[in-house]
């Protein structure tokens, strides 16, 4: 059986395009979002982020660091980060401007609060398909060691996702066996397009 997914992170494009990176490798139909205002990466305080709107090219977000302070972006792994990106897609895309594009049959998410954006967006849709879309919050903290981690968990659930003949019908089964190997607790919804 061959999916639609979605990955979706709030602003920074790490995690969500680790998971994207990975799967895409893999041969998945895989798309990547935020869901935040702005794409933000860190900057040289807390209080002084990279800030950037979504549709800029990571080409640019990449050189603008580069300029800024190539050993400050080197060293705190976002210069290594926007590569890959450049690596995968042009631009960081918006899942509230572009995802009703297209209809996924999974969606997954690295925080709660995306979780339920997502479920609110998908929920306050016309549903015209009444197709089903399974949600899953793989819970991942915003650094570049549990990206990585949280890449390949997102790989392996949806290798597993896509190797059932009936996802709708086995999900529970699925998210216990993943919960149980992994030791991770995941959140899941089946919703509809």
Same mark, same amino acid.
């Given at each position: 059986m061959k999916l639609r997914y979605a990955m979706v992170c709030s602003s920074n494009q790490n995690r969500s395009m680790e998971a994207h990176s990975l799967l895409k490798k893999e041969g998945f139909d895989v798309a990547s979002y935020g869901t935040g205002q702005h794409v933000k990466l860190p900057g040289p305080s807390l209080r002084e982020p990279n800030v950037y709107d979504f549709g800029t090219p990571y080409k640019h977000m990449l050189e603008d660091l580069r300029r800024k302070d190539p050993e400050l972006y080197r060293r705190n792994g976002i210069l290594p980060m926007l590569k890959r990106n450049i690596g995968v897609k042009t631009a960081p895309q918006r899942w509230q401007e572009n995802a009703a594009d297209g209809i996924f049959d999974v #969606? %997954?998410?690295? +925080? *709660? &609060?995306?979780?339920d954006? #997502? %479920? +609110?967006d998908i929920h306050n849709r016309s549903h015209v398909y009444y197709k089903s879309v399974l949600i899953v919050n793989l819970e991942v903290k915003d650094n570049h060691e549990e990206a990585a981690i949280g890449g390949r968990l997102a790989l392996l659930l949806c290798q597993e996702i896509e190797s059932t +003949? =009936?996802?709708e019908e086995y999900v529970d089964e699925?998210? #216990? =066996?993943? *919960? /149980?190997i992994h030791? /991770? &607790? %995941?959140l899941y919804n089946i919703s509809f397009y």
């Open positions: #969606v %997954l998410t690295f +925080e *709660e &609060k995306v979780f954006m #997502v %479920l +609110e +003949e =009936n996802w699925i998210i #216990v =066996n993943f *919960e /149980r030791h /991770r &607790k %995941l």
